[in-house]
């Protein structure tokens, strides 16, 4: 049959969960322990030869803390996985193999979507700028409605809310007239429909306004004036290092 036969007994909690440290390892050591605890495993070594050695001969045998230990660190990603769930990214994991490998797949930190990695050897953090992700969000999980002041507004971003994972921004310039000289910078290839939802008042989006940061302005010919109940679609590159207009 096509796929992997789906477990007999699912792994829903780490190996010895409840072990107490008098008992379980943790974390195994990536260096060799050889000369520096005796008969301790380790990543370099697993159990040492002289754990293989029989005591009769001055052998040690594998230690139940060592053997706890390691099972809890493997199975803590089978039940990760098991549960559906997808690693976030880790500084010490990210320089301890060399940066994530093009096509690593990550998860967001506030479970709004994923990071893809198009970079081999990447180290950068992905929700701090990192070059080479791109972000991608559930459908149906990014729509947001604010509430903006009326005149010009920087860098806006919508009191902290608009995050990468928002694909919709309805905005209501309620108390007057205003204008976004842009927004905060997206994850690359972000796309998201911009509308004015006021029944009165207009919304401006200006174009290329040394108001806001560089990589947080809008590409346009010209300032465009969203009317009441008008829309458009931006998407991010940043290849330009610009929101870019569908219109």
Known sequence: MPGIVQPTYPIVEPFGKDAGPTYIELPIPVDSQIGVVNGAASFDDGFVPLNMTSPSLGGVPPRGK????????ITQ???????????????????????????????????????????DG??????????????????????????????????????????????????DPSMGDATITGFVAGADVQRVIISNISSTHNLVLASLNGGSSAANQIRLASDLTLLPNMSITLQYSAGAGKWLASV
């Not at 060592?66 to 660190?73: R, V």
């Not at 940066?99 to 990071?115: I, K």
């Open 122 to 171: 990447n180290t950068t953090d992905p929700e701090d700028s990192g070059t080479g992700w791109i972000f991608f969000a559930p459908a149906g999980s990014s729509y947001l409605s604010t509430t903006i002041p009326a005149g010009t507004s920087n860098n806006y971003t919508a009191d902290g809310d608009f995050t990468p994972s928002v694909g919709v921004l309805d905005i």
């Open 77 to 119: 990603y089978c039940a990760l996985l098991q549960a559906g769930q997808t690693c976030v990214y880790d500084a010490a994991v990210s320089t301890a193999i060399g940066g994530y490998g093009v096509g690593a797949m990550l998860a967001a930190t506030d479970g709004s979507g994923f990071w893809f990695n198009t970079v």
């Open 66 to 73: 060592d053997m706890n230990g390691i099972l809890f660190m």
